[in-house]
C-alpha cells in the first residue's frame, strides 16, 4: 500500500475538458508530493512571461504525502500558482479538511488552467468530475457560498469546499481562498487567480482510502508523538504570556528556544496567546512598522490579552489529524466565527494603536467572508493611515473618510471599500507596494514588503531569520518559511550528522550580522521547510522537535522506503531550489525581493525593545545563497547544484516517468 495515489487531476476551463495524469512512484521518491509535487508540475507546466491572471497560469491544489495516513499534524494543503502580488512563485497553506478530501478523490493534486466564460465550480468525487454553473453563487460571500454547496449536495457525504468571496471576484490581489468557514489560504493573492479564472468554488466528496506501507507501525509512531502533544501547563495565568515576553526583552542575553513551551501555550489560547508576549518581547511590529512597544505599553494591549480573547471561545477547532486544537469557534454576536489569529488581531489592534477587540472580531469575520488576506490587508491600512498623516492621502481622495491612528471603525469602513475597490479601496486593494507605486512623493517609505507582498508581523529587528527569509524565499514576505527561532525548535541537529547545535545562551547583538552558523540554520530551515510542506505536515507540530515529531520515521513506515534523514533534507532542498528556477524561469530577479528597509532597521528605531538595531541583510542574502548552492551575487541555483539535485533544464515529470 501506498501513502499516495499515483495520479493528478487536469481541469481546463477554457474548452470544460477534463483528464488525469499517472504519476511513477520515482517521481514521489524525488519530490514526495505537497509542495514537491506542485513545484515539479508547475516549473515546465506555466510559460515563462505566463500572465498570473491570464488563461496560461495554473492554479494547483495539493495535500501532503502523509495526509490520510496514521500520522499527526499532517492536514495542510497548499494552493499553488504563478502570484499575481509578486510576479513569482505562489503558495497559499491552509488547514481544515480540504487536504484529505483530496486524496479521497483520489488525487495527489488538482490542477486547473485556462478560463471559464462564466462562472462555475467544480464538483469532484472519487469517480465524477464536473464543472457546474456558479451564477447564483457568483456575488456570495465564502461562509455563504459553502453553505450553499453543502445545501445543494446531492451526494451523501457533505462536501468540502475551497472557495472566493468578493475581494477574488474583484480582482484584489491581495485575496485568498476559504475554506470550513473562515481558514484562509490566504497569501500570494491566489484567489485572485481563482477570481480571474471565473471559479468560484471547488467542492470534494470522495470516498477512496489513503494506504500506507506499515500502518502499525505509523501507529505506534503517532502514540507516541501524542503524549509529548498532549502535554500541558497547569494554572498558567493570562499574565504569563506578556511576563515571559517582557522578562526575554529585558535579559541581556538570548536563550535558545524550546517549541514545547510555544505548543503548551497554543494549547490553551491558541496563537492568541502571542498577542501581549510578542509586543512585550519585540517581535511585534507597532504603528506600520515604525512605532514600539512604547507606542503600545501593556495597559494597551491588555485589550488584547489571550483570556478576553478565549472569553468568546465556545469549543476548539481541530484541523484534520491535529491533537492540538489551536484554533476555536467563538460566539460573537449572534454568530460562529473563528478566532482571530495573532497576525490578525495585531493588524487591526498594534499596527493601527486600536484597543477596540470587538473590532477586531468584526472585522476578522469579514475579511473571512470576503476572502481577503488578513496580513496584508493590515499592512495596507496602516501603510494609508501614515500616507494620510503624512498627507500623501487627502479627504478628497478617501471620499471624507478621516483614517486615524485608534479609529477602528474607520478602518473598518475602509475595508469595505477596499473589497468592492470602490473609491479610495481601488487603490489599496492590491496592498501597499503598488499603492506606493501609484501615490509617489516618497510613499514608498512607508511601504513594507518583500518582492510586492506585505511581510507577516514578526519582527526582524528582534529575529533576523524572519528578514532573511522572507527575501530569499522563493514566495516572499512569508513568515512560516523561516526564521532562527525556528531552528530552535526543529532540533534538526539531534538526527542529522554536521548541523550546528546553537549554544543555550547568546549575545543578542550577534544576530544582526552574517556568520557561518546562521547560514547553516538558516539553509537548513528552508530545507526542512520544504520538506514538512511536502509531507503536509503543520508548522506548529514541528515545535516539538524532531526527536518527539517522527516526521522522517513516518516517511519510511507510510512508503516502505529506507532513508536518512539528511537524504530527507536534501529532498526539501531539490524543492526550495525548483521552486527557485521557476522563478528565474518566469524572469523574476531575485535581487528585488529584498525585505522594504524600515522592517530591518534602516534607519534604526529610537525606542523600544528594538531601539539601534538593524540587520545587515545584503551579507546574510549572499551567504545564503552561496550555502544553499545558488550564485551569492544573482541567487540563480548554479549548473553544479541543479545537476547534483537531478534537475536538468527539461520536462522534469517526463524524466521521472
Given at each position: 500500500?501506498?501513502?499516495?495515489?499515483?495520479?493528478?487531476?487536469?481541469?481546463?476551463?477554457?474548452?470544460?475538458?477534463?483528464?488525469?495524469?499517472?504519476?511513477?512512484?520515482?517521481f514521489?521518491?524525488?519530490?514526495?508530493?505537497?509542495?514537491?509535487?506542485?513545484?515539479?508540475?508547475?516549473?515546465?507546466?506555466?510559460?515563462?512571461?505566463?500572465?498570473?491572471?491570464?488563461?496560461?497560469?495554473?492554479?494547483?491544489?495539493?495535500?501532503?504525502?502523509?495526509?490520510?495516513?496514521?500520522?499527526l499534524?499532517?492536514?495542510?494543503?497548499?494552493?499553488?500558482?504563478?502570484?499575481?502580488?509578486?510576479?513569482?512563485w505562489?503558495?497559499?497553506?491552509?488547514?481544515?479538511?480540504?487536504?484529505?478530501?483530496i486524496?479521497?478523490?483520489?488525487?495527489?493534486?488538482?490542477?486547473?488552467?485556462?478560463?471559464?466564460?462564466?462562472?462555475?465550480?467544480?464538483?469532484?468525487?472519487?469517480?465524477?468530475?464536473?464543472?457546474?454553473?456558479?451564477?447564483?453563487?457568483?456575488?456570495?460571500?465564502?461562509?455563504?457560498?459553502?453553505?450553499?454547496?453543502?445545501?445543494?449536495?446531492?451526494?451523501?457525504k457533505?462536501?468540502?469546499?475551497?472557495?472566493?468571496?468578493?475581494?477574488?471576484?474583484?480582482?484584489?490581489?491581495?485575496?485568498?481562498?476559504?475554506?470550513?468557514?473562515?481558514?484562509?489560504?490566504?497569501?500570494?493573492?491566489?484567489?485572485?487567480?481563482?477570481?480571474?479564472k471565473?471559479?468560484?468554488?471547488?467542492?470534494?466528496a470522495?470516498t477512496?482510502?489513503?494506504?500506507?506501507?506499515?500502518?502499525?507501525?505509523?501507529?505506534?509512531?503517532?502514540?507516541?508523538?501524542?503524549?509529548?502533544?498532549?502535554?500541558?501547563?497547569?494554572?498558567?495565568?493570562?499574565s504569563?504570556?506578556?511576563?515571559?515576553?517582557?522578562?526575554?526583552?529585558?535579559?541581556?542575553?538570548?536563550?535558545?528556544m524550546?517549541?514545547?513551551?510555544?505548543?503548551?501555550?497554543?494549547?490553551?489560547?491558541?496563537?492568541?496567546?502571542?498577542?501581549q508576549?510578542?509586543?512585550?518581547?519585540?517581535?511585534?511590529?507597532?504603528?506600520?512598522?515604525?512605532?514600539?512597544?512604547?507606542?503600545?505599553?501593556?495597559?494597551?494591549?491588555?485589550?488584547?490579552?489571550?483570556?478576553?480573547?478565549?472569553?468568546?471561545?465556545?469549543?476548539?477547532?481541530?484541523?484534520?489529524?491535529?491533537?492540538?486544537?489551536?484554533?476555536?469557534?467563538?460566539?460573537?454576536?449572534?454568530?460562529?466565527?473563528?478566532?482571530?489569529?495573532?497576525?490578525?488581531?495585531?493588524?487591526?489592534?498594534?499596527?493601527?494603536?486600536?484597543?477596540?477587540?470587538?473590532?477586531?472580531?468584526?472585522?476578522?469575520?469579514?475579511?473571512?467572508?470576503?476572502?481577503?488576506?488578513?496580513?496584508?490587508?493590515g499592512?495596507?491600512?496602516?501603510?494609508?493611515?501614515?500616507?494620510?498623516?503624512?498627507?500623501?492621502?487627502?479627504?478628497?481622495?478617501?471620499?471624507?473618510?478621516?483614517?486615524?491612528?485608534?479609529?477602528?471603525q474607520?478602518?473598518?469602513?475602509?475595508?469595505?471599500?477596499?473589497?468592492?475597490?470602490?473609491?479610495?479601496?481601488?487603490?489599496?486593494?492590491d496592498?501597499?507596494?503598488?499603492?506606493?507605486?501609484?501615490?509617489?512623493?516618497?510613499?514608498?517609505?512607508?511601504?513594507?514588503?518583500?518582492?510586492?507582498?506585505?511581510?507577516?508581523?514578526?519582527?526582524?529587528?528582534?529575529?533576523?531569520?524572519?528578514?532573511?527569509?522572507?527575501?530569499?524565499?522563493?514566495s516572499?514576505?512569508?513568515?512560516?518559511?523561516?526564521?532562527?527561532?525556528?531552528?530552535?525548535?526543529?532540533?534538526?541537529?539531534?538526527?542529522?550528522?554536521?548541523?550546528p547545535?546553537?549554544?543555550?545562551?547568546?549575545?543578542?547583538?550577534?544576530?544582526?550580522?552574517?556568520?557561518?552558523?546562521?547560514?547553516?540554520?538558516?539553509?537548513?530551515?528552508?530545507?526542512?521547510?520544504?520538506l514538512?510542506?511536502?509531507?503536509g505536515?503543520?508548522l506548529?507540530?514541528?515545535?516539538?522537535?524532531?526527536?518527539r515529531?517522527?516526521?522522517?520515521?513516518?516517511?519510511?513506515?507510510?512508503?516502505?522506503?529506507?532513508?536518512?534523514?539528511?537524504?530527507?533534507?536534501?529532498?526539501?532542498?531539490?524543492?526550495?531550489?525548483?521552486?527557485?528556477m521557476?522563478?528565474i524561469?518566469?524572469?523574476?530577479?531575485?535581487?528585488?525581493?529584498?525585505?522594504?528597509?524600515?522592517?530591518?532597521?534602516?534607519?534604526?528605531l529610537?525606542?523600544?525593545?528594538?531601539?539601534?538595531?538593524?540587520?545587515?541583510?545584503?551579507?546574510?542574502?549572499?551567504?545564503?545563497?552561496?550555502?544553499?548552492?545558488?550564485?551569492?551575487e544573482?541567487g540563480?541555483?548554479?549548473?553544479?547544484?541543479?545537476?547534483?539535485?537531478?534537475?536538468?533544464?527539461?520536462?522534469?515529470?517526463?524524466r521521472?516517468?
Amino acid at each position: 500500500m501506498k501513502p499516495y495515489t499515483g495520479k493528478i487531476l487536469w481541469v481546463n476551463l477554457t474548452d470544460g475538458s477534463f483528464h488525469e495524469e499517472a504519476l511513477p512512484d520515482s517521481f514521489y521518491e524525488h519530490f514526495l508530493a505537497g509542495m514537491g509535487l506542485a513545484a515539479a508540475i508547475l516549473y515546465r507546466r506555466i510559460p515563462p512571461g505566463a500572465d498570473p491572471l491570464g488563461p496560461d497560469n495554473i492554479l494547483g491544489f495539493v495535500p501532503g504525502l502523509l495526509t490520510g495516513t496514521p500520522s499527526l499534524f499532517t492536514g495542510r494543503w497548499t494552493a499553488v500558482g504563478k502570484s499575481p502580488l509578486t510576479g513569482a512563485w505562489g503558495d497559499a497553506n491552509c488547514g481544515g479538511t480540504f487536504a484529505p478530501a483530496i486524496k479521497q478523490c483520489g488525487y495527489d493534486g488538482i490542477f486547473i488552467r485556462g478560463i471559464s466564460p462564466k462562472p462555475v465550480y467544480l464538483s469532484i468525487t472519487h469517480h465524477s468530475v464536473e464543472i457546474c454553473d456558479a451564477a447564483h453563487l457568483w456575488g456570495l460571500d465564502a461562509i455563504a457560498t459553502e453553505q450553499r454547496l453543502w445545501a445543494e449536495a446531492s451526494q451523501p457525504k457533505k462536501p468540502s469546499v475551497a472557495c472566493i468571496g468578493p475581494a477574488g471576484e474583484n480582482r484584489s490581489l491581495i485575496a485568498g481562498i476559504c475554506h470550513d468557514q473562515g481558514r484562509l489560504a490566504a497569501r500570494a493573492g491566489l484567489g485572485t487567480v481563482m477570481g480571474s479564472k471565473n471559479l468560484k468554488a471547488v467542492a470534494l466528496a470522495g470516498t477512496r482510502r489513503t494506504g500506507c506501507a506499515r500502518p502499525d507501525e505509523m501507529k505506534a509512531l503517532s502514540s507516541q508523538c501524542n503524549r509529548y502533544a498532549q502535554l500541558d501547563i497547569p494554572a498558567m495565568p493570562a499574565s504569563f504570556p506578556r511576563l515571559l515576553g517582557a522578562a526575554m526583552r529585558k535579559l541581556p542575553f538570548a536563550i535558545r528556544m524550546d517549541g514545547m513551551l510555544i505548543m503548551a501555550l497554543f494549547r490553551k489560547w491558541g496563537t492568541a496567546s502571542l498577542n501581549q508576549g510578542s509586543v512585550e518581547w519585540g517581535d511585534s511590529p507597532i504603528k506600520n512598522w515604525a512605532g514600539s512597544d512604547r507606542d503600545f505599553p501593556a495597559r494597551q494591549s491588555d485589550a488584547i490579552n489571550p483570556d478576553r480573547v478565549l472569553a468568546y471561545e465556545q469549543r476548539k477547532y481541530h484541523c484534520y489529524a491535529c491533537p492540538l486544537g489551536c484554533g476555536g469557534i467563538c460566539s460573537f454576536e449572534g454568530m460562529e466565527t473563528h478566532k482571530p489569529e495573532y497576525e490578525t488581531t495585531l493588524a487591526f489592534s498594534g499596527m493601527i494603536l486600536s484597543t477596540d477587540l470587538k473590532a477586531v472580531f468584526a472585522i476578522n469575520e469579514k475579511l473571512n467572508r470576503a476572502g481577503m488576506d488578513s496580513i496584508s490587508a493590515g499592512n495596507t491600512v496602516a501603510f494609508a493611515i501614515e500616507a494620510y498623516e503624512k498627507g500623501l492621502l487627502t479627504p478628497e481622495m478617501t471620499g471624507g473618510l478621516e483614517l486615524k491612528w485608534g479609529d477602528a471603525q474607520a478602518v473598518d469602513a475602509l475595508l469595505d471599500r477596499m473589497i468592492a475597490r470602490d473609491g479610495i479601496g481601488d487603490l489599496l486593494a492590491d496592498g501597499v507596494k503598488r499603492a506606493a507605486q501609484r501615490l509617489g512623493n516618497g510613499a514608498e517609505n512607508l511601504a513594507v514588503h518583500a518582492g510586492g507582498q506585505e511581510i507577516a508581523f514578526h519582527d526582524p529587528r528582534q529575529d533576523p531569520g524572519f528578514g532573511l527569509h522572507s527575501s530569499v524565499e522563493p514566495s516572499p514576505g512569508k513568515h512560516t518559511t523561516g526564521a532562527f527561532v525556528y531552528y530552535d525548535t526543529f532540533k534538526l541537529w539531534r538526527k542529522i550528522p554536521g548541523l550546528p547545535k546553537p549554544p543555550l545562551i547568546s549575545s543578542k547583538d550577534g544576530r544582526y550580522h552574517s556568520d557561518p552558523l546562521k547560514t547553516a540554520k538558516a539553509v537548513a530551515t528552508s530545507n526542512f521547510t520544504q520538506l514538512y510542506n511536502a509531507a503536509g505536515l503543520c508548522l506548529f507540530g514541528t515545535y516539538l522537535g524532531v526527536e518527539r515529531l517522527p516526521l522522517f520515521e513516518w516517511l519510511n513506515a507510510a512508503t516502505g522506503w529506507n532513508r536518512t534523514p539528511a537524504e530527507y533534507l536534501e529532498i526539501g532542498r531539490r524543492i526550495q531550489t525548483l521552486r527557485q528556477m521557476f522563478n528565474i524561469r518566469q524572469g523574476v530577479d531575485p535581487r528585488k525581493m529584498r525585505l522594504s528597509p524600515r522592517a530591518i532597521g534602516l534607519p534604526p528605531l529610537q525606542r523600544g525593545a528594538n531601539r539601534g538595531r538593524s540587520v545587515e541583510l545584503d551579507g546574510m542574502i549572499h551567504d545564503y545563497w552561496d550555502a544553499i548552492g545558488w550564485h551569492p551575487e544573482t541567487g540563480i541555483p548554479t549548473p553544479e547544484t541543479i545537476a547534483a539535485l537531478d534537475l536538468h533544464d527539461e520536462d522534469i515529470v517526463s524524466r521521472y516517468g
